[in-house]
């Protein structure tokens, strides 16, 4: 069975990591980048941990696991280097709670994909659980032409959405305006890109003053 691809808006939404070791780390990482409140359950954590906590980016209990950590969490990550203590999480958690167990995909709803991020553009390689190491070859092989130019590519594409929503036309046309600035050679050239916008506004402006 496949799984649903997705992309959670995590912002201070509560997430657990249970674990602190290196593994533990990077998902405590990722899910800060994602804007999620990040607690910590482990007796012992890293020292890249322990700066997050010292920092306040987390919140981080001294204890060993207990059930009623995962109360509060909408999201739960098993990132421990002791099986039971992953199972157990698992185990522990609410139907209401989406779970990942590092060590044991057949536990988990869900898998943590390698993930390449060029501002807005975010592309995510998953392997069901396969070969995680493949998926990263896969995103560092996408990096080489999703370079970081995509960040700037990305901005004039959200912007100039904007401005063609507001624009007196058609949905149709609309559409077409839309596709044509994913082409290659407006990704390539900001002149192209500064060209469109200031057709768009030339085209919004005649359209209001034929309103007036």
Known sequence: MGAYPIMLNMKNKAAV?????T???RKALGLLQAGAAVTVISPVIHSKMEVLFKNDQITWKNKVFEPQDLK??????????????????????????????VDNQGLSDFQVPAKLEQGRLTIAVATNGASPTLATVIRDEL???YDDSYKAYLSFLALARDQVKN???????KLCLLKVITGESYRQSHKMQQAFLEMIGDFEKKSQHQLI
């Open 17 to 21: 990591v249970v674990g602190g070791g």
């Open 23 to 25: 593994i533990a780390y």
């Open 72 to 101: 509060l969490a909408l999201l739960v990550i098993a990132a421990t280097n002791q099986s039971h203590v992953n199972e157990l999480v698992a185990s522990s958690a609410g139907d209401h709670q989406l779970v990942n167990v």
């Open 143 to 145: 990096a080489e032409k």
């Open 167 to 173: 624009v007196a036309a058609d949905e149709h046309m």
